[in-house]
Each structure stands twice: as structure tokens, then as C-alpha cells.
């Protein structure tokens, strides 16, 4: 079920990329969305678990990590994981390098999957939510450029399936790790998480007004995600030494 919702996530936002990616405005609002709920999630899931485990005192510096990466990632997407489109700088973004960042980033979010207990838990569903508006972008650079033809499309089709399966190679590579060092992938994904969302729920408005419909849209993600948080239940909490 995990590795379906991963991979099904992926490809629903390429779909919806290729036949309506030329309304920019929907991708923004579905980052937006997706974000509130991200950041909900972050604070809500990631980090408790994180701060409440053993470790925790000392796990400050890998979510700073988790940060830092999702920097240097940034470097290689082009900003793609927070709504940075290149319809007129495209030559300006390598298809390797792009496909290099996004399988990092996706890979190693899906390695603290292999000990989650439940397999619609609110961290895959935020991993999942966020796939949806990422994959929309990234079917609407690959499959709208000028020039796209069929003999063209075979390596976005790479790019595409490699990032589909990024985060269940992640969750495959986490089943080998021992169990303990669940808090520290969680940190560093917290990181990237945190990063993520911030840059776009609080990135500038041009013109600085205030935007009412992002608001909203934050609003709504982050109750989706509280709700989700209430309905779910947590081992963790009843734990006290």
C-alpha cells in the first residue's frame, strides 16, 4: 500500500502536469495547500518523535543538516520542490542534474518509512501530498517544452519513473538500518521538510499585499493535516519515564 501511494502520487501529478501545465496558478495553489500541511505534519509528527526519543537533546544539529541539504539540492532542481518554474530558463536546468536533486531529496525522505507502524500514517500522507504538486511542475517542464516529441520523451519517462520509485528505494534501503537511528533520518527530513515548506508559505509577494487566497490555502492545509494528526493514533504518546 505504501509503495503504491508513493509511486500512484508521482504519477497523478505528472498527468495532471502535462494536460494543465500551463496554469501556473494551480500548481502554486496546490504548493500552498500541500505546504500547510507539510509544515503541520513537521511539527505535529516529525518532531516529537524526534525530540521525544533518547537521542533527542542532541538531534538539533541533523535537522539543521536536513536543512542545509535540502539547500544544496536546491542548487540542482532549481527550486522545483517549492514552485519555481522554468518555462524561459529552461536551458538553464540539466535534465541530470534536476533528476539527481529531485531522487536525493524523494530517496531520503522515504528511509524512515520502513519503521512507520501504520501504513496510512500522517508522515507518508505528507510525503505523499507534497508529491502531487511537485510532480505537477515537473510533468509540466519535461512534457510542455518546445520541441517535444516522442523520440525526446524517453528520458523524461526516466526522470519521471526514478522519482516514482526514489522514496520506496528509500524505504527498501531503511529496512537494513538499525531501528535507533530512526530519529536521526527523521531529523534530517524534518530539516528538509521545514525548509521546504517555509520557502513557500512565507516566500514575498511582489507586490507585498496581503494574499487572502494563500492564507486560506494555508489555513485549509494545515487543518487537513491537524485533523489527520487528532484521528491518528500515537504509541508514542502514552510513553513517560
Known sequence: MTVLLLILS???GVFLG???????KLAKNLLILSAGFLITICLNEVFPQVYTSEAGSSLGIFVIAGVL??????ALTKGFEHGHFHHHSEHNILPVALMVGLFVHAFIEGIPLANEEHEL????????????????ILGAFLFNRKGES??????????????ALASPMGMLLG???NPDLQPYFLAIVGGIFLHISSVIIFESNKNHNIDWVKIGLVILGVSLALIMHLFHHHP???HSH
Open 121 to 136: 500514517s500522517p508522515y507518508l500522507l505528507g510525503i505523499v501530498f507534497h508529491n502531487l504538486p511537485i510532480s505537477f
Open 150 to 163: 516522442k523520440g525526446s520523451s524517453y528520458p523524461s519517462l526516466l526522470i519521471v519513473a526514478l522519482f
Open 236 to 238: 508514542h504518546a502514552g
Open 175 to 177: 529496512n537494513y538500518f
Open 69 to 74: 541539504l535540502q539547500m544544496i539540492l536546491e
Open 18 to 24: 502535462k494536460h494543465f501545465g500551463k496554469k501556473e
Open 10 to 12: 508521482v504519477i497523478a
